[in-house]
């Protein structure tokens, strides 16, 4: 299968809500459901009809590097993006998945073109006003859910670095807040920062 064949694919979703006659069709995707820390992000892009960005994939199969390039790539060529976040008192007080769902919402909400259909990764919808639908592995699936996996991906990761240096006791710039084995030691030395969510500690703080 040649990348141009693996590039028409990738449009599938979005060919057939366009022949539904829909006008603005948007990707969603999320980062930053499972990390200890942080906050959660999604990222909502509308592309342009029929329009490839080679390389774009999903974002835990892209290095960081590629992930950077692509991001302004995006970001130039999309009709429309956006990028929200849920607060780690959000995801306290509701639970990671009515966080994720609610800063997806949000990302949608922020384009500036309002979209008529949205595509969501995943095997749920949040509350909407327009039409969707949901797809499991969309990201790596769907050009436009694809892109938006790596805006959030990118966006978190760029907001984790910032954290770093606020809390440099806990190596935020080589993990990004998620569960590994240095970052549990660190916690478990330190003690949780403001930033960590409390309900994800109780096994390690136990």
Known sequence: MTARDTGAE??????????????????VDEAGRGPL?????????????????????????????KREQLFDVIIEEAVACSVAFGTVDEIERDNILSA?????????????????YAMIDGNRLPQLSIPAEYIVKGDSRSLSIAAASILAKVSR?????????????YGFELHKGYGTKL???RIRTYGPCPIHRMSFLKKILS
């Open 183 to 185: 970052h549990v030691e």
């Open 10 to 27: 990738m449009l599938l979703f979005e060919k057939a809500a366009y022949d539904n006659g829909y006008t603005a069709v948007c990707g």
């Open 157 to 169: 990761d760029r907001l984790m670095l910032r954290y770093a240096e606020e809390y440099p006791q």
């Open 100 to 116: 994720t769902m609610n800063t997806m919402r949000r990302a949608i909400m922020g384009l500036k073109v309002r979209p008529d």
């Open 37 to 65: 820390a942080g906050p959660v992000c999604a990222a909502a892009v509308i592309l342009p009809r029929g329009h490839m960005i080679e390389g774009v994939n999903d974002s835990k199969k892209l290095s960081e590097k």
